[in-house]
């Protein structure tokens, strides 16, 4: 058996114990009922969805600050829809860094002609846009703190004199940062918590109930509150796993140990891949995001060469997105220090032998 080094961007690696228990629970999680098989709202799992709310606060430091934590389904693209009709009266300002706010900005166009206060776009997304305002008089501000395609990260954050939205779908439990300055975060499970097909969204209460059009309930935060995420059927299985890979992080010691682990997987990767003449890094350096890693071989004609070493060596899901070519490493907090050698391996490899 070959043991596969998980660099995709997305579905992607989960830890390995808890894939074991999710497969486990499959099989038998109540009495002989499989996961799938027992009602919602059986108490087995209305205890799962609210250590799964609670997990996602306390990891965060949010408890007790007036944060509610939700399971919801339509993945993040379904936020970028429902952050506008839960928040946009007159006119928001969005900061694009790339393909997801993006999109974000063409859904919440639907309802207003959205203000963009920065842009990297005419340079192909390759960094963050820095100094920039951000309108008092706005409803809110919304950003994504990490370019999954691009490989950007934003470092920091701005004070913002209103509500701040953050789409963290790629690098949310990745590393520290204030979470109360925010007061909508929302990240689709399958980057870095679960299986696809749910969305952890995570609202401050007090910014909600203040548009004046009628939200219809699968839309409407307050509703899915007020039913405590179970306003209709929730992904179970979706939400059953994020919970094991929650309190798999809690286990470790939290975010801040996986943020030391996260910066040595990053050190290593943008360490091969500036002093390695044979790579280029596709984002400015003060930008490079410790979650997507992405690069272009100087030379086109070695590719063949390097894709066969690489799949020699297990490693899979290195192809960057279409939009940007190249290669992508994704280092999410399940990937170990152990894969990104093994790469780090082949790309020197690779050096000696060219
Ligand atoms: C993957 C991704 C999305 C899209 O998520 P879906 O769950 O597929 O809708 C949105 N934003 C960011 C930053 C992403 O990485």
């Known amino acids: 058996m070959i043991k596969k080094h998980n660099f995709s961007a997305g579905p992607c690696v989960l ?34 969805m609210e250590q799964a709310r609670s997990l996602a606060l306390e990891l965060l430091g949010l408890e ?48 207003d002609d959205i203000y963009e206060v920065g842009s990297s776009k005419t340079a192909g997304f390759n960094y963050i846009p820095k100094g920039y305002d951000i309108p008092e008089d706005y409803d809110y501000f919304h950003c994504t ?16 004199p209103i509500p701040m939205v953050c789409d963290m779908s790629s690098d949310i439990f990745s590393r520290t940062l204030d979470f109360s300055k925010f007061d909508l975060i929302y990240a689709g ?9 749910t969305t952890l969204v995570i609202v401050k209460e007090d910014i909600l109930g203040k548009v004046s059009r009628k939200i219809p309930s699968m839309m409407d935060y307050k509703v899915h509150i007020s039913k405590g995420s179970m306003f209709n059927t929730p992904p179970v299985f979706a939400v059953y796993t994020s919970m094991l890979t929650m309190q798999w992080l809690k286990d470790l010691g939290g975010i801040k140990a996986i943020e030391e682990e996260n910066e040595k997987k990053a050190r290593l990767m943008y360490s091969e891949i500036d002093l390695n003449p044979l790579f280029k890094g596709y984002s400015v350096k003060e930008d490079r995001s410790h979650m997507n890693a992405t690069f272009t071989l100087e030379n086109e004609n070695l590719k063949e060469t390097f894709d066969a070493m690489i799949k020699e060596a297990g490693i899979n899901g290195l192809n960057g997105h279409r939009s940007v070519g190249g290669y992508r490493a994704s280092m999410y907090n399940a990937l170990t220090l152990d894969s990104v050698k093994v790469l780090v391996e082949v790309m020197s490899e690779l050096e000696s032998k060219a």
């Open 15 to 48: 830890p390995k114990s808890v894939i074991q228990k999710a497969s486990e629970a499959l099989l038998d999680f109540d009495n002989g009922l499989s996961l799938i098989e027992i009602s919602h709202r059986s108490k087995p799992f209305v205890d799962v």
């Open 145 to 160: 703190s990490n370019n999954t395609i691009f490989g950007t990260q934003m470092k920091n954050f701005p004070n913002s």
């Open 189 to 197: 499970a399958q980057k870095n918590m679960g299986p696809a097909g």
């Open 64 to 111: 007790g600050k007036g944060y509610k934590a939700l399971f919801l389904q339509g993945g993040a693209s379904s936020q970028f829809l429902m952050v506008a009709l839960n928040l946009l009266e007159k006119r928001a300002g969005y900061l694009n860094t790339g393909t997801w706010s993006d999109k974000a900005i063409k859904e919440a166009k639907i309802y």
